[in-house]
């Protein structure tokens, strides 16, 4: 059935009804928009509720050694992941629903524009054509009256006993003249009114049918249209799922990851003095030896041993650089880490002054490529940190040694002004960690890898700035997310760019 045939009368109800549907599409677009800046605004929400959350300073840092501390900041992880794929959802609903369906729209308009202009323009040519035949029919019934008139005028002549054999003769030739003229009308009435009535077929069996069922088949591709953007609104929540899941598995992992025994070890570890209790207080007897009110003894009190107050407010005791300030315990730690930050400080030191070495010895075997002596200010630069840094590594082994009461140091003081053997000893070097080994053309200064991860999820990277990985994939961090749900990556390809931060998931 089609509407040619079926509704061929019913051009107004033709009329309401596409505009209905262009109406309907129009607001499922408006609709699709609206979710989409719902989303977007979620999803900034989340991010916002993730940053104003997330750990901030070297107090909160410490905080994070604690199983339910690195928990919660895991969960602000997996949530601003969570809140990535959501800005995604919005971007695809533009993308993927709007974008299209909004093109659709204005060629849906413009066509059903030109069907119902032409709907109307055969209408206006069907009714030129009666008005035509009507003026036909007309005149036909104007000259068949006069025709009669005449014939009539002409049989009372001569009839007429008075009238002349002339005036008779004229009347007959006169009413002759209008009949001929009848006669013409009638036919030209004849060919005019088989001439609209081939039209009036053609016009309700072809042209107007045909032009209903071209509005019948825009209609149809509008509303497969419309079904399509309606499936796409499911399929693009659907396809996040995974991800979606994982970040919540994630954030389920980041709960069994607790443990209320590890956090309160890790409570006495960070904190306990390596005080002894106080003692017993001693009582003192002033009955024997009593002297006058001005005795010495009674000017001059003894004087009482002050006690620790566990639950007492502490005053704040002004930092010193050997950590003396310190209990014991915590003394031995934080010189412990210091020293820790030297050895890598003076590890880098060492492998860039190295690779300056290198580059000179480059320099001078090849002068087109460079000038060895640019690279002197930065040898000698380089030099005198190493040097600070091996007075400071030893100031601070030599306060260790102390705060350990003469127990063994991990690190035994070492005044080498050379950082020689026993320094060496320390710093484990890996060959296949030395990346300052090769140089390129241009000696580009090479950037060591953060860590490593595995790609989850294919990714192709289309956009600029942006890399393509496959699932499964061994990947390099060279730079880790900032925030905004993105880190770069190095592939073993050599290939580098911005990747999705939910696709990876990070090498433990």
């Known amino acids: 059935m089609d509407w040619g045939t079926q509704l061929w009368d019913q051009y107004d109800v033709i009329d309401k009804h596409t505009q209905s549907g262009l109406d309907l599409l129009d607001r499922y677009i408006k609709f699709v928009k609206e979710r989409s800046e719902i989303e977007q605004n979620y999803a900034k929400q989340l991010r916002n509720l993730t940053k104003k959350y997330a750990k901030r300073g070297n107090r909160e840092d410490q905080d994070c050694k604690f199983s339910n501390h690195a928990s919660f900041q895991e969960i602000l992880n997996e949530l601003n992941d969570f809140a990535g794929q959501r800005e995604l959802v919005a971007e695809n609903l533009i993308t993927g629903i709007c974008v299209d369906l909004l093109k659709r729209l204005q060629d849906f308009k413009q066509e059903r524009k030109t069907h119902l202009a032409d709907v109307k323009k055969a209408q206006q040519n069907l009714e030129s054509s009666f008005k035509h035949l009507e003026n036909t029919k007309k005149r036909y019934a104007k000259e068949w009256a006069e025709a009669e008139k ?5 049989e009372k002549a001569e009839s007429e006993l008075s009238a002349t054999r002339v005036d008779v003769e004229k009347a007959k030739q006169h009413a002759h003249a209008r009949t001929h003229t009848a006669e013409e009308c009638r036919n030209d009435y004849a060919a005019e009114l088989q001439k609209y009535n081939k039209e009036q077929n053609n016009h309700y069996y072809t042209d107007i049918p045909q032009l209903l069922n071209k509005l019948q088949g825009m209609d149809e591709r509008r509303i497969r249209s419309l079904a399509d953007g309606y499936c796409k609104f499911s399929d693009i929540e659907k396809k996040v799922l995974p991800i979606i899941s994982k970040c919540l598995e994630g954030i389920s992992a980041a709960g069994t990851k607790v443990n209320e025994k590890q956090d309160s070890i890790l409570v006495i570890e960070q904190h306990k003095s390596g005080f002894e209790p106080p003692a017993d207080v001693e ?36 930092p010193a650089e050997d950590y003396s300030h310190l209990p014991p315990e915590q003394r031995k730690k934080r010189l412990q880490t210091k ?9 880098k ?15 001078e075997q090849n002068p087109q490529m460079g000038d060895p002596s640019s690279l002197e200010p930065r040898i000698l630069e380089m030099t005198q940190d190493m040097g600070r840094l091996r ?14 009461g003469g127990e063994e ?9 050379e950082y020689g053997t026993s320094m060496s000893s320390r710093v484990t070097h890996d060959p296949d960690a030395n990346i300052y080994a090769e140089f390129d053309e241009e000696f580009d200064e ?25 699932e499964g994939e061994l990947l390099s961090i060279m730079e880790e997310d900032k925030g905004d749900g ?17 696709y990876v998931k990070l090498a433990s």
């Open 349 to 363: 030191a060492q492998d860039q002054s190295e690779a300056l070495e290198k580059m000179k010895g480059v320099y």
């Open 150 to 154: 005449a014939s009539q005028q002409a």
């Open 339 to 347: 020293i820790d930050d030297i050895h890598k400080d003076l590890q």
């Open 391 to 404: 007075g400071e590594l030893a100031k601070y082994e030599t306060w260790l040694s102390e705060a350990l």
């Open 283 to 318: 009582f003192e007897d002033y009955s024997q030896g009593i002297k006058s009110a001005t005795s010495e003894s009674s000017l001059n009190p003894p004087k009482v041993r002050g006690l620790i107050w566990p639950f007492s407010k502490k005053h704040k005791q002004t």
């Open 486 to 502: 993105w880190m770069r990556v190095l592939r073993a390809s050599g290939d580098e760019g911005y990747i999705p931060s939910s």
């Open 446 to 470: 090479i950037e060591s890898p953060i860590g490593q991860c595995t790609a989850l999820y294919n990714f192709e990277g289309n956009s600029e700035g942006t890399v393509s990985i496959k």
């Open 409 to 417: 140091s991990p690190f035994p003081v070492n005044n080498n002004t």
